[in-house]
C-alpha cells in the first residue's frame, strides 16, 4: 500500500516519497496571532494535525514545524486600538492558540518559530538574494525582482505579464512605495521603519521583514533547504506561497518543498464568513455554547480534506450524532469491559484486516472520509452489541471478537485525535425518576425542533453523566439506565 497524496505544484496524485528515508519534514503556515482563531483555522490545524498523525502511524519520524507571523500591520493596528504593544497582543493570542488546539485535541508542534525570534535569518537570506540579483534596496526597504525568477507563478499557473498587467490596473501610481518598485508585481522583502513602529536593524536601515520572507527563513533554519510537505489553506497558494517559492529556490537552487499540500476553505451558511456579516465564529465561542469539540474535529473530517465545507446548524447536527456513535462505541470497553470479562492489560490485541482497510482507504491522498466509514462499521457494531448485552444480558458476538473490534476503533480513533472519555456519575444519578428524564426529553425534543442543537446536547450530556443513555431512532427516542 503506496501513500499517494495531491501535490498543488504539478496538479496531480504522487506516489510519496521524502528527502530522506523514513523521516518527513513538514511544515505548516500558521496563524497571524492579532486575535481569537476562527473555524477556518480551526479546519486547518485539525486537517494537518490528522495527516502529522497519520504519518506517524504509518511508520515515519516526523518532523512538523508550525510558525506564529508575531509581526503584521493587523497586530500592529490592535495593540494601537487597545494601546498596548505588538508583542503584548501577539503573546495573548499565542497563549489563546494554544487553549483554543488544546481543547480540540491537536498535538503540539515540534516547534513553533516566531517571525521575531528569527530575524537573523531573515536579512541572511534577503543579503543572499540581494547579492544574487533577485533583490534591490529602495530608500530604506528591500524588494524582490520577479522578472528575475523565470519560473514565478509555477505553484498558482499565473502568467508574470498578466500578473504585471493586473498589478498595473490596481495601483495608485502616485503611491511612493508603488514608485520604488521597479515592476509593479515585485514585493517587499524588508520595510523602512515607521514612526512608532517596532523596527530591527539590518543593512538597510532599521525596518521590519516582509510577510513572505519570514516563512522562507523559518523554514530554511527549522527544517534546511528542501522540505517534504509544505502545508496551509487553499488561500495562500498566491502569493505567499508563491512568493515563497521564489525566495528560497532563488537563494538556495534547490526545490523548497517536494509537496505543497493546501486545505479548503470553511463558509457560513453559503457565505464567506467575515464579522461584517456577523457570521465570524471562534472556536471558543462555539465550544464555550457546548458544542463537543470531538464533533467538530469530526465535522472537519467527514470533508475530503481539499474540498470547500460550509458550516451550518445540519451540519453540526449530523457531526454530533456521529459523534455520539463513534463515542459510544469508543466507551464500549470501559462500559461493558467489565461484564464480559475484558483483559484491558492485554489492549494491544486488534484486527489486522481492518486496519489494512482503514490505510488502503486513507493511502488515497489522505482519504478520511473514506476511513471513517470503517470506523463507524465497528462502532454502530459494538453500539449494537451493547443493547443486546443490556437488555437480553448476553451478546451475540464473542467477548475475544468484541473486545478486538473495541480495540481497533479506538486504535483508529486515536488516529483521527477522536478520543471519548467516561464522565463520572454524580452522586444524584440514583435520585433520577423516570418521570423526570421523560421531562428532560421533552425538554430536549422541543429544543430540537427549534433548532437549539446546543441546549439539546447540554440535556443528552447531562443525563448521561447520571448514567442514562439515550438511543435515537425514526421511531423516536429510548432510553435505559447503565
Known amino acids: 500500500m503506496t501513500l499517494t497524496l495531491y501535490n498543488t505544484l504539478t496538479r496531480r496524485q504522487e506516489p510519496f516519497e521524502t528527502v530522506e528515508p523514513g523521516k518527513v519534514k513538514m511544515y505548516y503556515c500558521g496563524v497571524t496571532v492579532y486575535d481569537y482563531c476562527h473555524l477556518g483555522h480551526a479546519r486547518a490545524c485539525i486537517v494537518w494535525d490528522v495527516v502529522r498523525r497519520y504519518l506517524d502511524f504509518i511508520g515515519y519520524e516526523v518532523r512538523y514545524v508550525q510558525n506564529f507571523t508575531d509581526v503584521d500591520d493587523k497586530i ?53 538574494l540581494e547579492n544574487k540579483g533577485f533583490a534591490y534596496p529602495a530608500d530604506g526597504d528591500v524588494y524582490y525582482a520577479v ?10 499557473r499565473r502568467k508574470q505579464e498578466d500578473m504585471q498587467a493586473g498589478a498595473s490596473d490596481r495601483v495608485n501610481i502616485e503611491d511612493p512605495e ?4 521597479r515592476h509593479p508585481s515585485d514585493f517587499a522583502l524588508w520595510k523602512a521603519a515607521r514612526p512608532g513602529e517596532p523596527a530591527w536593524e539590518s543593512p538597510w536601515g532599521k525596518g521590519r521583514p516582509g510577510w513572505h520572507i519570514e516563512c522562507s527563513a523559518m523554514v530554511r533554519d527549522r527544517l534546511g533547504d ?3 510537505i509544505h502545508a496551509g489553506g487553499e488561500d495562500l497558494v498566491f502569493p505567499h506561497h508563491e512568493n515563497e517559492i521564489a525566495q528560497s529556490e532563488a537563494a538556495t537552487g534547490k526545490p523548497l518543498a517536494n509537496y505543497w499540500m493546501h486545505n479548503g476553505m470553511v463558509t457560513v451558511d453559503g457565505e464567506k464568513m467575515s464579522k461584517s456579516l456577523g457570521n465570524f465564529t ?56 467489565g461484564k464480559l470479562g475484558f483483559d484491558i492489560s492485554n489492549s494491544n490485541e486488534t484486527n489486522a484486516a481492518v486496519i489494512e482497510r482503514f490505510q488502503e482507504a486513507v493511502n488515497h491522498d489522505f482519504n478520511f472520509p473514506g476511513g471513517l466509514v470503517i470506523l463507524f462499521e465497528l462502532a454502530k457494531e459494538l453500539g449494537r452489541e451493547g443493547k443486546i448485552l443490556v437488555h437480553e444480558g448476553k451478546t451475540e458476538i464473542s467477548a475475544l471478537e468484541l473486545q478486538r473490534q473495541w480495540q481497533t476503533l479506538v486504535r483508529l480513533a486515536g488516529i483521527l485525535g477522536l478520543e471519548a472519555k467516561l464522565e463520572a456519575k454524580t452522586e444524584t444519578s440514583s435520585d433520577l425518576s423516570d418521570a423526570s428524564i421523560e421531562a428532560l426529553l421533552q ?18 450530556n447531562e443525563l448521561h453523566n447520571q448514567g ?15
Open 76 to 128: 500592529l493596528n490592535r495593540a494601537k486600538q487597545e494601546g498596548s504593544s505588538m508583542e503584548a497582543v501577539a503573546d495573548r493570542f499565542i497563549k489563546a492558540y494554544f487553549e483554543d488546539m488544546a481543547r480540540l485535541n491537536i498535538k503540539e508542534a515540534d516547534e513553533y518559530p516566531r517571525a521575531t525570534h528569527t530575524m537573523n535569518g531573515i536579512t541572511r537570506l534577503i543579503h543572499e
Open 178 to 181: 508603488y514608485q520604488k518598485k
Open 226 to 228: 528542501t522540505i517534504d
Open 443 to 460: 425538554q430536549r425534543q422541543e429544543a430540537r425542533q427549534t433548532r437549539n442543537f446546543a441546549e439539546s446536547d447540554r440535556i443528552r
Open 282 to 337: 471562534t472556536i471558543r465561542d462555539l465550544l464555550d455554547k457546548g458544542v463537543d469539540p470531538m464533533a467538530v474535529r469530526l465535522f472537519v473530517l467527514l470533508a475530503q480534506y481539499r474540498t470547500q465545507i460550509d458550516f451550518t446548524d445540519r451540519a453540526l447536527a449530523a457531526a454530533t450524532n456521529g459523534w455520539h456513535t463513534l463515542k459510544d462505541g469508543l466507551l464500549f470497553g470501559e462500559q461493558y469491559g
Open 468 to 482: 442514562i443513555t439515550l438511543i435515537d431512532s425514526r421511531e423516536g427516542t429510548r432510553w435505559h439506565r447503565n
Open 147 to 156: 522578472s528575475q525568477f523565470p519560473e514565478y507563478g509555477k505553484l498558482s
